[in-house]
């Protein structure tokens, strides 16, 4: 698989396309869902996330009241999250070394769903223990536009139009930059319906 490796900022790569076809992706995601729900996590500050989120791996992200962390179990069943599949390691693993970081073995992957007007905004990925790993991002079915903000929460972004089967790498001295997603456009897209899907995956520890 070739892709066009494009520079977002200085360590964070966008691989167009490197993830196409999804829809195996998508038949994935959907097993996974099936064994631990989707579900709209609530913020320290008692907010609901617009967007909805599960995990696979040994690790998945979880936030409520006490804050952010990863944890082993699924809060919601008690029960281990669903394993990594195979492939999603390998297209991590491959989308890594693509981007500068060789190497790369996630154990956690985070599952993002956005339905129109759910959004993210501006944070960085902070609770893994090891920042020397990567992160590796992948957008399935509608378009969205990702926000780089860098090493300051505020100010203007630079919007980057993230496509299904597109790929973002960072790390490095990207690791701590701030970044978010901008409101979702309606839309329909033939593997995903009118949904966006975001797999996120890290090293957790
Ligand atoms: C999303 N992505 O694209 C949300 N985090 O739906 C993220 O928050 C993200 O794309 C760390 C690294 C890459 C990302
Ligand atoms: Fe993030």
Redesign the pocket.
Known sequence: MTAATLTIAQDVSLLRGFAAPTGPLVLAIESIAGRAPFRHLETRSGGRMS?AMTNCGPWGWHSDARGYRYVGRDPLTGECWPPLPLPFLALAAQAAALGGFPGFEPDACLV?R?VPGAQ?GA?R?WDELDKRHP?V?I?IGLP?L?LWYGAQRQGRPIATL?EDGDV?V?GGSARAGY???RKLPPGEHPAAGSL?Y?L?FRRAR
């Open positions: 967007v993002n956005y993210m944070h990925d992160i991002s957008s969205a990702f993230v973002v960072w970044h978010g997603v966006r975001n996120t």
